[in-house]
Every structure is written in C-alpha cells, then in structure tokens.
C-alpha cells in the first residue's frame, strides 16, 4: 500500500522529497503505534475493573495491577516519543486508576 503525504506536509518539509516521504512514513508509525498502546492499556484497565479490590485471590489482582502499570508506563513513554508533553490529559481519558499510578516504572522481581 503506497501512501502519500498530504500537500500541507509536503510543502512544511520542503517539496516532496525521499526525506518528506520518509519523515511522513515515521508519524504515520508513531502514531499506529501509539494507537496499539492505547488500546493495550483499555483491555488492561477493563480487565482491573473487572476484578474486584477484595477478592479471595489477591496475587490475580496483584498480577492485573502490575499488567496495567506495566501497560500505561509503556503508553505515556509512547506519547512524549510522540511529542506529548503532559500527561494529564491521558490520565483523564482512560480513567487510569492511583493504584496504578503509583506503581509506574517499578519493577518486580520474582522471589526466589
């Protein structure tokens, strides 16, 4: 599938040249991968909801809890490699819950 750069982006990076081309090429990636992130984080979050805070198998909430952060940390680094600075607006749109907030960018290592 051959894409072409709409004429606003061809005439801001100077004509349509290979490197226009190649620069549309890379946002059009950043923003499909930006777009798999996002939906990772949705069925990762829908999946949290769905198990309840109290439940008899606390290391299932547990594993759904480090999923999602795991999953939101790796979205709002997609974003800022995307240029978005602030992240209070993501936050807001995928109700991004403070239990997982607080364990972003934290790593768990199995015991042994």
Do not use: H
């Not at 949290?48 to 759904?64: D, G, H, Q, V, W």
């Not at 952060?69 to 602030?86: K, M, N, P, T, Y």
């Not at 807001?92 to 015991?111: D, Q």
């Amino acid at each position: 599938m051959a894409l072409r750069p709409p004429p606003l982006a061809t005439s801001a990076l100077g004509g349509d040249t290979p490197l226009s081309a190649l620069e549309y090429e890379m946002m059009s990636e950043k923003a499909d991968a930006l777009a798999r992130a996002g939906l990772k984080v949705e069925k990762a979050l829908a999946a949290l909801r769905a198990c309840p805070p109290i439940t008899e198998n606390a290391a299932e909430r547990e594993s759904l809890l480090n999923e999602a952060a795991d999953l939101v940390w790796s979205f709002l680094v997609q974003r800022e490699i995307c240029g978005f600075r602030s992240q209070a607006d993501a936050i807001k749109r995928y109700g991004i819950p403070r239990e997982v907030m607080i364990r972003l960018g934290a790593v768990n290592r199995p015991t042994e």
